[in-house]
């Protein structure tokens, strides 16, 4: 897939955990956990949204494309 969720770094950089994160978003720990492991297929705008205001940062803060050649070389 060419799009990586870096959900976890950003995490870090604000030291929120995934219990007072899924609080905040209203979203189940398994569901945060796929998305904070890269396991999700899609993500709503309103989760991304709401997501996006508890870590006051941006979209682009959490998405990053990789080209599928660039990931497989690595």
């Known amino acids: 897939m060419g799009i990586i969720i870096n959900l976890d770094v950003v995490m870090a950089q604000r030291k929120k955990g995934l219990t007072e994160l ?3 978003v209203d979203i189940t720990l398994a ?3 796929i ?3 890269n396991k999700a297929k899609a993500i ?3 989760t ?3 997501i996006c205001k508890a ?3 941006q979209p682009g803060d959490l998405l990053q494309y ?3 050649k660039d ?3 690595e």
């Open 31 to 33: 569901n945060l956990s």
């Open 22 to 24: 899924a609080g905040e």
């Open 71 to 73: 990931q497989e070389e």
């Open 66 to 68: 990789v080209d599928d």
């Open 44 to 46: 709503r705008l309103s």
């Open 35 to 37: 998305l904070k492991n």
């Open 55 to 57: 870590l006051d940062c």
């Open 48 to 50: 991304l949204s709401a």
